[in-house]
């Protein structure tokens, strides 16, 4: 399906990974939706996975997921910060689902005996892919991942190439990040690498509309007027990006750099961008405070700061909003468990709070355990996040009289019935295989006069169905709460506040005797927002933040 109104902006990386392209891409549409357009982006991959749930996240950094249920790259995440939007299946092209289809489609007589290639039929795919993502959109945003002279994504670069044939170059803006190195040892910057990136994209039959200039501080005119007298390309569209505190003021760097004449004539509209909320946020961000609350992080992916990318940022934003600076504390889990209880307690009663994030398998788990039940002993601020409810289950099982309580995922025996978290129904057999965990978008409904429900309602994060308080939130798991094992867990004080709408599985549990302990079995993480933080983090902090010394 075609969208003849719709105008397309396709970013690319040269020089190195990792140069910004994602943030670029989100801010460019950040200024444009404060134009007042609709604005989508989509992220294509060149990676041969299928999609990014299996890839290891101390390596990728966290696997963010749509509202349709799509495990995707944390660049979306990016986008639904930035422009407040829900990504979804069409969000996302990696080039192992091409494959995949097109192979399907072949297997299945589709070609009708035609020789399938790269080009057109590769090619043509993606075109599709990005025409479906665009559907109802004024402006559509593509990053391709990878850098220029990648193997893997030159079918990509072809794609955008001949997408300009469909809608007509006018509709078209092609933006190329490239990165500038400053070498110390002659205290100068490189221009080189950014000229041949520039030259094989160039080779590739794409002649950028602009050029971003990545540094680690800001460059002289005279740097991007030497990339666009080597590149072809006029000076007025070469832009400086350097290196800034906060990813939240690239959108001001970027207006900063002269990208707004160049986007006005592309879209012919010279409208101011409204940005006055995102001045507030970096005010807000940029503040030191006169209180500090230390959060802990207990986490068992930890080398990466990306691998709970969403869960940091909620918690930075919701700091924010509140006039606290936020502190992160890594905690590994896996260090926790060898310490004697008295170090544990000492390193604990430091912190302001305790976020348990998501994960999988046994290693860490006991320390992650013990950090849940140090939060439920001691009236510490305490935030379980999906696999952190789970262990908080645990450990009030444990409290309550099941001294062996654990979960099936971690392969426990229960010959004793001490597992009181179990696989969920039709997921048996499918462990460690890509797409098959309770994944997206489900609703919950809240126990009526709960903690949770309290915080729900105050932020009208839900509505009213059938005189019960209903709320949605993604999930990534496949192990629940088995009921059964209630009573043991309310013994160790902990009871439910939320359940799935036919009361099968646990959502959402409480600590009534705590001023903070809420869990839940979704990934809240993915629906908090820098201009609109998540509920649960802004109590969270909000009582950490009362609560400290």
């Given at each position: 399906?075609?969208?003849?109104?719709?105008?397309?902006?396709?970013?690319?990386?040269?020089?190195?990974?990792?140069?910004?392209?994602?943030?670029?891409?989100?801010?460019?549409?950040?200024?444009?939706?404060?134009?007042?357009?609709?604005?989508?982006?989509?992220?294509?991959?060149?990676?041969?996975?299928?999609?990014?749930?299996?890839?290891?996240?101390?390596?990728?950094?966290?696997?963010?997921?749509?509202?349709?249920?799509?495990?995707?790259?944390?660049?979306?995440?990016?986008?639904?910060?930035?422009?407040?939007?829900?990504?979804?299946?069409?969000?996302?092209?990696?080039?192992?689902?091409?494959?995949?289809?097109?192979?399907?489609?072949?297997?299945?007589?589709?070609?009708?005996?035609?020789t399938v290639q790269?080009?057109?039929?590769?090619?043509?795919?993606?075109?599709?892919?990005?025409?479906?993502?665009?559907?109802?959109?004024?402006?559509?945003?593509?990053?391709?991942?990878?850098?220029?002279?990648?193997?893997?994504?030159?079918?990509?670069?072809?794609?955008?190439?001949?997408?300009?044939?469909?809608?007509?170059?006018?509709?078209?803006?092609?933006?190329?990040?490239?990165?500038?190195?400053?070498?110390?040892?002659?205290?100068?910057?490189?221009?080189?690498?950014?000229?041949?990136?520039?030259?094989?994209?160039?080779?590739?039959?794409?002649?950028?509309?602009?050029?971003?200039?990545?540094?680690?501080?800001?460059?002289?005119?005279?740097?991007?007027?030497?990339?666009?007298?080597?590149?072809?390309?006029?000076?007025?569209?070469?832009?400086?990006?350097?290196?800034?505190?906060?990813?939240?003021?690239?959108?001001?760097?970027?207006?900063?750099?002269?990208?707004?004449?160049?986007?006005?004539?592309?879209?012919?509209?010279?409208?101011?961008?409204?940005?006055?909320?995102?001045?507030?946020?970096?005010?807000?961000?940029?503040?030191?405070?006169?209180?500090?609350?230390k959060i802990g992080?207990?986490?068992?992916?930890?080398?990466?700061?990306?691998?709970?990318?969403?869960?940091?940022?909620?918690?930075?934003?919701?700091?924010?909003?509140n006039n606290v600076?936020?502190?992160?504390?890594?905690?590994?889990?896996?260090?926790?468990?060898?310490?004697?209880?008295?170090?544990?307690?000492?390193?604990?009663?430091?912190?302001?709070?305790?976020?348990?994030?998501?994960?999988?398998?046994?290693?860490?788990?006991?320390?992650?355990?013990?950090?849940?039940?140090?939060?439920?002993?001691?009236?510490?601020?305490?935030?379980?996040?999906?696999?952190?409810?789970?262990?908080?289950?645990?450990?009030?099982?444990?409290?309550?009289?099941?001294?062996?309580?654990?979960?099936?995922?971690?392969?426990?025996?229960?010959?004793?019935?001490?597992?009181?978290?179990?696989?969920?129904?039709?997921?048996?057999?499918?462990?460690?295989?890509?797409?098959?965990?309770?994944?997206?978008?489900?609703?919950?409904?809240?126990?009526?006069?709960?903690?949770?429900?309290?915080?729900?309602?105050?932020?009208?994060?839900?509505?009213?169905?059938?005189?019960?308080?209903?709320?949605?939130?993604?999930?990534?798991?496949?192990?629940?709460?088995?009921?059964?094992?209630?009573?043991?867990?309310?013994?160790?004080?902990?009871?439910?506040?939320?359940?799935?709408?036919?009361?099968?599985?646990?959502?959402?549990?409480?600590?009534?005797?705590?001023?903070?302990?809420?869990?839940?079995?979704?990934?809240?993480?993915?629906?908090?927002?820098?201009?609109?933080?998540?509920?649960?983090?802004?109590?969270?902090?909000?009582?950490?933040?009362?609560?400290?010394?």
């Open positions: 399906m075609k969208n003849k109104k719709c105008k397309y902006i396709f970013v690319t990386g040269g020089v190195l990974s990792g140069v910004g392209k994602g943030i670029t891409a989100a801010s460019i549409g950040a200024i444009l939706k404060a134009k007042g357009y609709k604005v989508t982006m989509q992220k294509c991959d060149p990676y041969l996975n299928v999609d990014a749930g299996l890839l290891n996240p101390v390596e990728h950094g966290e696997c963010f997921v749509t509202h349709d249920g799509v495990e995707t790259d944390l660049d979306l995440g990016h986008y639904e910060r930035f422009l407040d939007f829900e990504t979804s299946k069409y969000s996302i092209t990696l080039s192992g689902s091409i494959y995949k289809e097109l192979i399907e489609r072949e297997r299945a007589g589709g070609f009708h005996g035609k790269l080009v057109p039929h590769f090619t043509n795919l993606v075109c599709e892919k990005i025409e479906k993502a665009s559907v109802d959109s004024d402006i559509h945003i593509v990053e391709i991942g990878g850098t220029i002279g990648d193997y893997e994504g030159l079918p990509f670069i072809e794609a955008i190439r001949l997408f300009a044939n469909r809608v007509g170059r006018r509709n078209c803006l092609y933006v190329s990040v490239v990165y500038v190195p400053f070498i110390h040892t002659s205290n100068e910057l490189k221009t080189k690498p950014a000229q041949n990136a520039l030259k094989d994209l160039r080779g590739f039959g794409i002649i950028p509309d602009i050029v971003c200039v990545r540094t680690e501080g800001p460059c002289g005119r005279a740097i991007c007027e030497k990339i666009a007298a080597f590149s072809g390309i006029p000076g007025e569209a070469v832009l400086n990006l350097p290196d800034i505190e906060s990813v939240y003021d690239v959108p001001f760097n970027v207006l900063k750099s002269g990208v707004l004449e160049i986007l006005d004539d592309f879209v012919g509209d010279k409208r101011e961008p409204d940005m006055s909320k995102w001045k507030e946020f970096s005010r807000r961000r940029g503040k030191k405070y006169t209180k500090t609350v992080l207990v986490a068992k992916y930890v080398g990466n700061d990306d691998t709970y990318i969403c869960v940091t940022e909620a918690l930075k934003a919701s700091g924010a909003w600076n936020v502190e992160i504390e890594w905690v590994n889990a896996e260090g926790l468990e060898s310490l004697t209880q008295e170090e544990v307690n000492k390193l604990l009663s430091r912190l302001d709070g305790i976020v348990v994030p998501g994960g999988f398998g046994a290693r860490g788990i006991e320390g992650k355990i013990r950090a849940a039940k140090f939060a439920l002993e001691n009236d510490k601020p305490y935030l379980g996040l999906c696999l952190g409810m789970q262990v908080a289950c645990i450990a009030a099982a444990r409290r309550g009289g099941i001294s062996k309580a654990n979960s099936e995922e971690f392969g426990a025996e229960d010959a004793d019935g001490n597992n009181v978290i179990y696989i969920m129904d039709g997921q048996r057999g499918t462990e460690s295989t890509g797409g098959t965990m309770r994944l997206g978008d489900y609703a919950a409904k809240l126990l009526p006069k709960t903690k949770t429900e309290k915080i729900y309602k105050k932020y009208d994060f839900g509505k009213e169905v059938g005189g019960e308080y209903e709320i949605i939130e993604r999930h990534r798991h496949r192990y629940e709460v088995n009921q059964k094992f209630l009573p043991e867990i309310e013994k160790g004080g902990i009871k439910v506040s939320g359940l799935s709408p036919d009361g099968k599985l646990v959502e959402f549990i409480e600590a009534p005797k705590c001023k903070f302990f809420v869990a839940t079995q979704a990934h809240p993480e993915f629906k908090s927002r820098p201009l609109n933080p998540h509920p649960l983090f802004m109590e969270f902090i909000k009582t950490a933040k009362n609560s400290s010394n």
